[in-house]
Each structure stands twice: as C-alpha cells, then as structure tokens.
C-alpha cells in the first residue's frame, strides 16, 4: 500500500546566493532552439534549495532534487556537491 514509485525532479546549477539560513538560490540555465528563428536561446531560473548545514559556498555548481515542501518558497533539497567554478 504504501510501496509507490515516485520519481522526483533532479536538477543541475551554479549557487547563486548563500545570505538566508539553511538556504541557497541555485540558478539553472538552460538552452533551447527557437522554433522559428533556429537559434538557441538562454533561459534561467532560480531555485531556492534547502542547504542544511550551510554547507554551500557561491559559485558551486550543484545537483538537487525535489521534495516535500520544506517552506512557501524551498520544495528542494540539495543531492551532491559537484565541483567548484570559478567566480
């Protein structure tokens, strides 16, 4: 009954911002080819991802997933910290 398959969204970003507790904005780019024009254009978006801990520093390109809702705005949760990038 309670054996349900669920998958959740998984994510890739840059940390944006770390100045609110046990929380980052995490900006996600991603690149899509306009239908009439043929050129890719850039579209981003912020997230703002629980960081327990504040483990995250600015610039860290991150993956995370979604969740239960943690506030109004923090429905993810940060899955791995994958490299640095510069600044």
Do not use: W
């Not at 970003?13 to 080819?33: P, Q």
């Not at 912020?46 to 943690?70: D, M």
């Amino acid at each position: 009954m309670g054996d349900k398959n669920t998958s959740r969204k998984v994510f890739s970003g840059t940390v944006a911002s770390v100045k609110m507790k046990d929380t980052a904005v995490v900006v996600v780019r991603r690149y899509v080819k306009h239908p009439r024009y043929q050129k890719f254009v850039q579209y981003s978006k912020r997230y703002k991802v629980h960081n327990s801990g504040n483990t995250l520093a600015l610039g860290q390109i991150v993956s995370f997933e979604e969740c239960r809702p943690i506030s109004k705005d923090k429905k993810f949760r940060i899955l791995t910290n994958e490299r640095s990038e510069k600044v």
